[in-house]
């Protein structure tokens, strides 16, 4: 089937032309389905992501003593993957767990305090754990080290997967070199900011227990207040800091920023809690099924975001009385000079 021929596959001004109000969740969630022929293939990356950890993996098929059952909050991530969904378990845990996780690439940080637990970090590929020590400045810089090095691949890959979504999306063709040329600067100065963020609060961590307690909330609204910007850096070609500021100024004003979240989150803690029931008591058998669900889950609702912060960037532009008519996202505008590049991608001229 070529793209974008089959009768579900509207052109993008169809489906921002239907109403005047903004979209609700389920109806983004529809548009990737009825997209779905001409979008599987980027499932292959949260397939990746998922299965790149091997440490995790192997424990999840591991026999496991007793049962563990995880709710997750997942908020939308670019780097969303089956671990938004499950926890590895442990092979010696039995009972119930909570987590508070934005998904995979901005990292998330969990421990005690100096009396012996460690703080992990947990990145799109790897899971740091930092012990007590932390304090030295020798093992503080190889941490930082090791997350400059994850920042960088996590771009490579957000820029490759976001921009590819986005040109498919538009209708417009995808060259994933270029895509990775234009959109890896502002995905790593994102990732650097957000890592250096986590970092810079792991010594804070380790001082109390109840400061631990404490950064889960935190870290929870600032993933909130913050979900769009690495979306925006794409579908708006905005600025990293603008790009923060244009997300902060959604999440504070509610509305379709919020629903949108709330959604996110509820499909993830319904889906996790069976998921992980399932994994935990039948451990290969389920991580089969884990993998079945939670990777096209993934893509389907990184996929969605896409589309809804597309949509978010389009009400930007009416906003601001430069919308052109049809309600064509803005990288169709007609005040917008374009040229194809010789990959076939098509990039804004500022």
Known sequence: ?????????????????????????????????????????????????????????????????????????????????????????????????????????TGTATGHGPAGADVTIETPFETVVVPPEIGELSLLGIIGGLLVVYALIASVIAAGYIGGLDRRLRGEPVAI???????????????LLVFGAFLLAIPLMLVSPALVLLAIPVIFVLAYLFYATPFLLVVADTPVIEAFRQSARHALAGGPYFKFALWHVVVGLIVSIPLSLFVSTVPVIGFGLALIVGVPLSFVLTAA??????????????????????????????????????????DRAN
């Open 1 to 105: 089937m070529a793209p974008d021929s089959s009768p579900s596959d509207s052109p993008p001004s169809a489906f921002w032309s239907k109403t005047t109000t903004p979209h609700t969740f389920t109806e983004h969630v529809s548009r990737i389905i009825d997209r779905f022929n001409t979008l599987s293939a980027f499932m292959l990356v949260p397939l990746a992501l998922s299965l790149v950890e091997l440490g995790k993996v192997a424990r999840t098929m591991a026999p496991q003593n007793g049962f563990t059952i995880s709710a997750k909050f997942p908020l939308p991530n670019p780097l969303l993957d089956l671990w938004a969904f499950i926890d590895a378990p442990d092979a010696e845990t039995t009972g119930a767990s909570s987590a508070v996780h934005p998904g995979a690439g």
């Open 305 to 346: 975001t896409v589309s809804f912060c597309q949509e978010l960037d389009e009400m930007d532009e009416q906003n601001a009385g430069t919308s052109g008519a049809g309600g064509v996202p803005p990288r169709s505008q007609p005040n917008v000079t374009r040229t194809s590049d010789t990959n076939g991608v098509t």
């Open 177 to 191: 070199a270029a895509l990775v040329k234009q959109y890896t600067p502002p995905f790593f100065v994102y990732h």
